[in-house]
């Protein structure tokens, strides 16, 4: 059997979606942003940089509001975002500690993996 060597590469976030909406949302790391999709239409809706790492990337997950359509929200090391569903404009933030412990400063998308 031929040995695989493993690189880094483009990866997403699990996508969410609000029921009975046609829009999903995922977190890239490949470009630190978080995506809305139209399942419909199968296009591309609204791309925003979340300000995260290349190791600081989780799926992002909807407010459940009783009156209001839901907010997609993203999280890295560096902060909480609040978006708004229709533009991906940030409509909350909340600043956080800081990224990496593997490498010191934010870590280059293009860099080789460091170990910890």
């Not at 483009?10 to 969410?16: D, E, L, P, V």
């Not at 500690?97 to 870590?107: L, N």
């Amino acid at each position: 059997m031929p040995r695989r060597l493993i690189s880094w590469g483009q990866s997403h976030s699990t996508a969410m979606r609000e029921p009975g909406s046609n829009a999903t949302y995922l977190h890239s790391s490949s470009r630190n942003t978080v995506i809305a999709m139209d399942l419909t239409g199968c296009r591309q809706l609204w791309a925003k940089d979340t300000a995260g790492d290349i190791d600081s990337h989780s799926s992002p997950v909807l407010t459940d509001p009783a009156s209001v359509p839901a907010k997609p929200v993203t999280f890295t090391a560096y902060g909480v975002r609040g978006h708004a569903p229709k533009t991906g404009a940030v409509t909350w933030e909340s600043e956080l500690g800081g990224g990496s412990t593997c490498e010191p400063g934010r870590a280059p998308l293009t860099s080789p993996a460091a170990p910890c």
